[in-house]
């Protein structure tokens, strides 16, 4: 693709060789002739400057001193997705049924889906357009899925939540006869379980990200466009809300609510029924507003420097 038409399905505006032809993008400090490289901030431009890719994608205000070939963009991160979308098509993600899929009755799956090998789909299981489930996915029965949402290698949604009950000095499993719904636009790392409700609903809001070996439990209502980081675990019936970032190898308790945009740091544990309010940045265990963690912390550092 050459650089003027790149610039013009980005945004974005070029300087330099406009007819130069671009094939891939790749990292700055591998990037050849023919290839896109990204420029952040800091370090980066001072690596570009010795860098052979034909041509650099920039912020605007990026002073461009050796005269190179340049799209500017307002949101070069942001930019520097989109050309990798138009550069990389994903030729893995033909759109079709592997024959080696298993298909339950009554599903329906919609146009332009790619389903892997491997894959399982149980009764009455709805998938929207243009969805993507990579080799080994299983959807137990009775799952809703929406448009454009990409699941990866051993992802499960549906299995039975973590429900029992003690009686006559023993455990009965409570039956889970609920569902699993999934917004638009959400993508689902490897190896990730998604139980269903013991009543009533399991929700996934759109455009939530979330990372590989993530558990959300029973009757988890996760809102829009949060995203979590790797080894995370909901416990049943937590509740996140929109825009909320949660770290890797955070634990949540039952009934616990994460309020919009808030923030949870990497390895936090958050208690039973406790709530983050929105905005608030919180870390460690239990978790507790960064500031106070950071000066427990310092506390801790120097008590330990004492002995």
């Given at each position: 693709m050459k650089v003027r038409e790149l610039a013009g399905r980005l945004s974005a505006e070029w300087e330099?060789?406009?007819?130069?032809e671009i094939r891939r993008v790749a990292a700055l400090e591998d990037a050849g002739p023919d290839e896109l490289a990204f420029v952040s901030r800091g370090r980066a431009e001072k690596q570009a400057e010795a860098s052979a890719a034909g041509c650099l994608l920039v912020s605007g205000n990026y002073s461009n001193l050796f005269a190179r070939t340049v799209i500017r963009a307002r949101d070069p991160r942001g930019a520097a997705a989109k050309a990798i979308s138009l550069l990389h098509p994903d030729t893995n993600a033909r759109a079709g049924v592997h024959p080696t899929a298993v298909i339950g009755a009554d599903v329906h799956v919609g146009d332009g889906c790619s389903v892997g090998p491997g894959c399982t789909i149980g009764d009455r299981v709805t998938i929207g357009d243009g969805c993507v489930l990579h080799p080994r996915v299983t959807i137990y029965h009775d799952v809703r899925i929406?448009?454009?949402?990409?699941?990866?290698s051993g992802c499960v949604i549906g299995a039975d939540g973590f429900g029992f009950v003690f009686t006559d000095?023993?455990?009965e499993k409570f039956p889970q006869v609920g569902r699993v719904e999934i917004g638009d636009n959400v993508e689902i790392g490897a190896n990730s379980c998604i139980d269903r409700a013991a009543l009533g609903v399991t929700s996934i809001?759109?455009?939530?990200k979330l990372d590989n070996l993530v558990h959300v439990g029973h009757n988890c209502r996760i809102g829009k466009h949060v995203v979590v980081a790797?080894?995370?675990g909901f416990s049943g019936g937590v509740v996140v809300e929109d825009y909320a970032v949660?770290?890797?190898?955070?634990?949540?308790?039952?009934k616990a609510r994460i309020e919009s945009r808030a923030v949870v740091g990497s390895g936090s544990g958050i208690l039973t029924s406790k709530i983050?309010?929105?905005?608030?940045?919180?870390?460690?265990?239990p978790a507790r507003p960064l500031k106070e963690y950071l000066q427990q912390l310092a506390v801790l550092s120097r008590l330990?420097?004492?002995k």
């Amino acid at each position: 693709m050459k650089v003027r038409e790149l610039a013009g399905r980005l945004s974005a505006e070029w300087e330099g060789d406009g007819e130069h032809e671009i094939r891939r993008v790749a990292a700055l400090e591998d990037a050849g002739p023919d290839e896109l490289a990204f420029v952040s901030r800091g370090r980066a431009e001072k690596q570009a400057e010795a860098s052979a890719a034909g041509c650099l994608l920039v912020s605007g205000n990026y002073s461009n001193l050796f005269a190179r070939t340049v799209i500017r963009a307002r949101d070069p991160r942001g930019a520097a997705a989109k050309a990798i979308s138009l550069l990389h098509p994903d030729t893995n993600a033909r759109a079709g049924v592997h024959p080696t899929a298993v298909i339950g009755a009554d599903v329906h799956v919609g146009d332009g889906c790619s389903v892997g090998p491997g894959c399982t789909i149980g009764d009455r299981v709805t998938i929207g357009d243009g969805c993507v489930l990579h080799p080994r996915v299983t959807i137990y029965h009775d799952v809703r899925i929406g448009d454009r949402v990409i699941l990866h290698s051993g992802c499960v949604i549906g299995a039975d939540g973590f429900g029992f009950v003690f009686t006559d000095g023993r455990y009965e499993k409570f039956p889970q006869v609920g569902r699993v719904e999934i917004g638009d636009n959400v993508e689902i790392g490897a190896n990730s379980c998604i139980d269903r409700a013991a009543l009533g609903v399991t929700s996934i809001g759109e455009g939530t990200k979330l990372d590989n070996l993530v558990h959300v439990g029973h009757n988890c209502r996760i809102g829009k466009h949060v995203v979590v980081a790797a080894q995370t675990g909901f416990s049943g019936g937590v509740v996140v809300e929109d825009y909320a970032v949660i770290g890797g190898q955070v634990g949540v308790g039952d009934k616990a609510r994460i309020e919009s945009r808030a923030v949870v740091g990497s390895g936090s544990g958050i208690l039973t029924s406790k709530i983050v309010h929105g905005g608030q940045v919180v870390w460690g265990t239990p978790a507790r507003p960064l500031k106070e963690y950071l000066q427990q912390l310092a506390v801790l550092s120097r008590l330990a420097k004492k002995k």
